[in-house]
RNA sequence: GGGGUCGUAGUUCAGUUGGUCAGAACGCUGGCCUGUCAAGCCAGAGGCCGCGGGUUCAAGUCCCGUCGACCCCGCCA
């Protein structure tokens, strides 16, 4: 295959940008052959870009040289570029299925700028290889326009934040790569120091602290586009590095952080995807998601909830029961409309579910006209029956399902199960599906208590401000202490989470005395922060927001990785570089490093 | 750290209780074909059944280990 050179030839146009309007216009374009269709005599040619594809079609001519001569020589994946005219298609040629599938493109000349080797995979619409080869391939599979289109969204994310908050009165200012390590939190990835051997920076989980500078410094607004990275074990909504909106204000309260992300919200969903946000978003303390949903990031696009059992069972006669509430746990209930017809299987699975979550089981049973039927059914007395029927709002044909724990036991293994079934019933429910369920939840305890231990660690990170009410609490009983925490919740997904910050340094101490953590060791952990603290400190506030969450929701992808250009696997490996890999005896030498080899 | 699913042509997969099980489709190569758009028709090439060990007369199939991908629990302030 003789390769031709671009020279002076300029495109016109992108293939997926022609319209109708074009006809008649001499066009060039460059992109990759996607697919040929070879009739022996006319030939078509799917062109494709990144804005899409379209028809070019060659009709035959006389000599080698002829570009429909030339065109039958062409592979997938090609690199051409094409000088033809843009005509309208006739009308029983037309592909509606296409977007520029009203016109198509009469060859006129062709160049090739680039062969290719056959693809490992077809790209198709559809992914039609196993995710591990894509990856390995990324360059192969991002030319396709379903996943260019996700990235093209990001993109427009992006410049909408900026652009909004730029109006808001921020200031995008860039924090550190390589920071202080940090014993709170996730794992840090380490990067050794050559020059100071045996001391390591961190690349930074979040720009927490150095944000709250900032606000020392007087900066007053700041936002950045941050990348996040954390040495923890990965899900599919997780990646070892992450783009966070990291947004931090001086001066003042949720209120203003609210308001802010709310209009951010509404412009980036109306910008993008011409979704028009309700605002302000509705608000629900963490007690009463947990209590209620049995999360505390519920999609409330399915509006069932759990029901607390207690009342209605208690001196039912069931030992289960009896026992666990006798205990100081819970009975908790939810209730499936229509589940009775599920299969023994089924709910065998939903029992494995709660499992999942540390139930020690989950009992099922069916609301018939005469009553309650399998289960813990016949243990109950008909009286008792009656109550859970009544409690739950159940009716003929509903499975109820019930857990009796310990009260976080019972809630979240159930909020599990409504979060499942929840995910079944979208799919018969497609406006449900499509609509955008913001939410704020508040009022999280400040500290989380280890159940086996009893010890108290912050439960977002040291420099939560305690709610004021609580106050009095903080030496007392520190596990009701509730901090000024907030985390945004989108359909079953938490987009971000924020607090207004401690700036006092008695309140400051209180907490940290709290978790145990002494003068000396805070001096040495983030002694600078407190330091720069004593420099008045403004009151100060933000949130940060999981650019690669927003953007998997609003393209509709069930993977983070979709939204990235070059995602990690689950075990944080790339397979498009194959890293991490090991490197050079001398390198780690210079690093005054040795490698345990018998680990 | 733990649980689960998967690994067979380039790709996606089928392969029953261990015994013609080396198969299909797509892709690829060659030929035919002037309106297709997942084009069509004909022919062909293509296999370390992830890797290592074991059981057995016999292993793609059963067992153990290992590597990798995916999902989940723990973890991720």
Known sequence: MNLDHLADFRRTHRCGDLRREHAGQVVRLCGWVHRLRD????MFLDLRDRAGLVQVIFRPGEGADHPSERARRLGSEF????EGTCVPRPDSMVNLQMPTGTVEVEAT???????SQTPPFVLEEAPSAGEDLRLEYRYLDLRRPELATVLGMRHR?????????????????ETPMLVRPT?????????????HPGSFYALPQSPQLYKQLLMVSGMDRYYQLARCLR???LRADRQPEHTQIDIEMSFIGEEEVFALIEGLMREVFGRVLSAELAVPFPRMVYRESMDRYGSDKPDLRFDFALTDAADAVRDSGFKVFDETLAAGGSVMLLRWPGGAAFSRKEQDELEDLAKRYGAKGLARTKVTSAGLDGGPAKFLSAAVQQRLVEAAGAAEGDLLCLVADRRDIACRSLGALRSRLGQEWLKGHPDAAKSWRFLWITEFPLFEQDPQTGVLSPAHHLFTMPMEEDLPFLASDPARVRGRLYDLVLNGSELGSGSIRIHRRDIQEAVMQVVGITGEDAERRFGFLLKAFQYGAPPHGGLALGLD???MLMAGRSSLRDTIAFPKTTSASSLVDGCPAPVAAEDLRDLKLRVDAGM
């Open 39 to 42: 009739h022996g005599g006319v």
């Open 79 to 82: 690199v051409i570029a094409v």
């Open 109 to 115: 000349g062709l160049s090739v700028l680039n062969d």
């Open 157 to 173: 994310v992006a410049q909408v934040v900026r652009s909004h908050l730029d109006g808001q009165g921020f200031w995008e200012i």
């Open 183 to 195: 014993p709170e939190g996730a794992r840090d990835y380490l990067v050794p120091s050559r020059v």
């Open 231 to 233: 040495d923890e074990d």
């Open 549 to 551: 969450r927003i953007i």
